[in-house]
């Protein structure tokens, strides 16, 4: 493709649109490399669907006897940092001496995840998607901070209609959401399967899911002492955006491209996209949302 978001060339790779910088190579040595354990965890996600709220709530979660609130990591580090984002990650670190349980995170289309991963029986992946209008909208703000100053701006009507033609980074993004639906289907237990719209709803439920999930539950104490809440609390889009850390500071993923911590974050809305959207927009991506979750049993989150 001669058009991308981020980055004007995108290269497709088995289906899926990656950028032509390091990630491409880690997304190689992923699948040729890394070797499951049977404790990893993979937080899994195409860009902008919530990425960076489920980082912290796992993060949170999994460590919750670890830290106090009042002097969290969270507090003073990015969730970005607090786990290797793989992809990107395994090109200059080595993977093998992360201690179990490895947590880790990856956009990577499920088909393109190491074999091992996918093949291990014990190793857990947690997914989050996002109705396809909103990650649109993020996708395109969020990269068109980033473009600049190296590339010039691309229209948002070009963007939406590379989008709907699945040209966007890890996309298509339909193909990237069925792929780990489906392998869901066929094994429940290894692949919780979360949507941003009904975590926003109802957090508390799908925190202790979470937990549940990842061998971890709430126990009746925690639960009394309003430990959930806690965790809430500490990882919502409000707190996080007051903090410090995410008003200066980068994370640099790649050494490539520097990503200033305020730009993870937005608006963190459910249904902003009709503010950005025409109404021709929005029926043409519902028609295609409609053709291709057909017989999928899928429906996204309102
Ligand atoms: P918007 O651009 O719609 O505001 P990702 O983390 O996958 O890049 O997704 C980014 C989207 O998640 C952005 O959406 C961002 O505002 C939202 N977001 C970031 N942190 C959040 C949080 N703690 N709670 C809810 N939404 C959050």
Redesign the pocket.
Known sequence: SDKGLIVPTLINYKGFWYPPISIFKGVLLMQDQFKARSTDIFLC?A???????LK?LTFATMNRSKFEFATHPLLTTVPHNCMPYLDAYITDHDVEALPSPRLLSSHSAYSLLPKSTRESPDCKIVYICRNPK?VF??DY??SMKLRAPMFPPISMEEAFDLFCKGVCLYGPYFEHVLGYWKARLESPEKILFLKYEEMRRDPVKHVKHLAEFLGKPFSAEEEKAGVIEEILKL???DK?TSLEVSKTGKVAFVPEIAIGNET??????VG?SKNHLTPEMIERLDKITEEKLKGTGFAFGE
């Open positions: 996600s860009p902008k669907t919530g990425t960076t709220w912290a909103d909208v993020s703000l969020f990882c919502s889009f996080l993870f974050y937005r608006k963190g809305k902003d």
